[in-house]
């Protein structure tokens, strides 16, 4: 990784944009419930973007750095650029470079759904998975390399979750998700080519950056099906439609994605049932039995 490792946030920033300079304000930026968020405006005049948590948590900044290098190496779509992780304390810390928001683009989701797809269509892999395992929400993920990618979603992502979920579901829930498992061979297709994606993409997870188009945040990245991120990007109401027809024009979606998409999503709500509690049962529920 390229990416800075220090001791403090001072030290962090005198190493990243010279000794004399210093952080003269901090503004909390809202941010949702994993972290705190902050943007530092530094004596030099410049903006960075800081996130900090518990310690405990180094190692989820220092996987989110990974992720985004690997976005970014694709030179595919933005992804502000990671510049140090560290500990401070009390509190591991992630700085990166600050996105000032612009007005977007008028074709601000075809160039959306343009540049994903261009990500999707690097050259990566040849297996699934990633070099570091990582974190999907605050849930830790595995992401030991597997040639296959239905043994991987199978292993790497629905068991884990099923396990953290398991006291939480009913025994025709479990039932049907150990049916499903057994059965993924039949739900599911190796894809074509693997893919890079951002493996956490709904619209928080996107920002218009200073130059109008989408800049995607927070990822989860890993090797897998491209299916599996357009799924995601449907599971809390979706992107424009305008989106998803660019998307197609450089990386065509297959009609049976449709058919398939709820069952990706399965590791996301059970994801959200081990995090957020019980509210996502009857989703869980619902799918597991449509797909058993
Ligand atoms: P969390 O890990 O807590 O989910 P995010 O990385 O999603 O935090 O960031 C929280 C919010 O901060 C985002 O929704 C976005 O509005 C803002 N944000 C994230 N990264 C940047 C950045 N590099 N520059 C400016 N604002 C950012």
Same mark, same amino acid.
């Given at each position: ?14 190493s ?25 405006? !530094? /004596? /030099? ?10 310690? =405990?948590? @180094? ?7 990974? %992720? ?24 591991? *810390? !992630? ?6 928001s ?9 160039? *959306? ?5 261009m ?23 595995? &992401?030991? #390399? ?5 043994? *991987?979603?199978?292993?790497?992502? @629905?068991?884990?979750?099923?396990? @953290?979920?398991?006291? !939480? ?5 479990? #039932? ?7 059965r ?14 951002? %493996?956490?993409?709904? /619209? =928080? &997870?996107a920002?218009? =950056? ?13 090797v =897998? #099906? ?44 059970? &994801?959200?049932? &081990?995090?957020?509690?019980?509210s996502?049962?009857?989703?869980? /529920? ?7």
């Amino acid at each position: 990784m390229t990416v800075l490792c220090a001791n403090s946030i001072d030290s962090a920033i005198s190493s990243l944009f010279g000794p004399s300079v210093k952080v003269v304000d901090r503004q909390r930026v809202s941010g949702r419930d994993i972290n705190r968020a902050y943007s530092l405006e !530094l /004596s /030099s005049g410049e903006c960075v973007f800081l996130k900090s948590n518990r310690a =405990g948590l @180094l190692d989820m900044f220092t996987a989110e750095a990974h %992720g985004i290098e690997a976005l970014r190496a694709t030179g595919t779509i933005g992804a502000p650029e990671p510049l140090a992780v560290g500990t401070d304390e009390n509190n591991a *810390f !992630l700085i990166m470079e600050y996105l000032s928001s612009a007005p977007r683009r008028s074709d601000y989701w075809e160039t *959306f759904g343009h540049e994903l797809a261009m990500l999707h269509r690097a050259k990566c892999g040849p297996r699934f998975g990633f070099p570091t395992d990582n974190y999907i929400g605050s849930t830790p993920q595995q &992401n030991a #390399h597997m040639d296959s990618w239905v043994a *991987f979603f199978r292993e790497r992502r @629905l068991i884990p979750q099923m396990k @953290l979920a398991w006291r !939480l579901l009913d025994e025709r829930t479990r #039932h049907n998700l150990t049916r499903i498992t057994d059965r993924l061979d039949t739900l599911l297709p190796e894809p074509a080519f693997p893919s890079l994606i951002h %493996g956490d993409l709904w /619209s =928080g &997870n996107a920002l218009c =950056g200073p130059d109008g188009k989408a800049w995607i945040l927070d990822p989860a990245a890993y090797v =897998g #099906h491209f299916e599996a991120e357009l799924a995601m990007t449907e599971l809390f109401g979706g992107f424009p439609e305008r989106f998803y027809r660019a998307y197609d024009e450089v990386n065509p979606i297959d009609r049976g994605y449709a058919d398939r998409r709820d069952l990706y999503n399965l590791y996301h709500l059970l &994801n959200h049932l &081990n995090l957020f509690g019980l509210s996502y049962l009857s989703n869980v /529920s619902s799918i597991a039995n449509r797909y058993a």
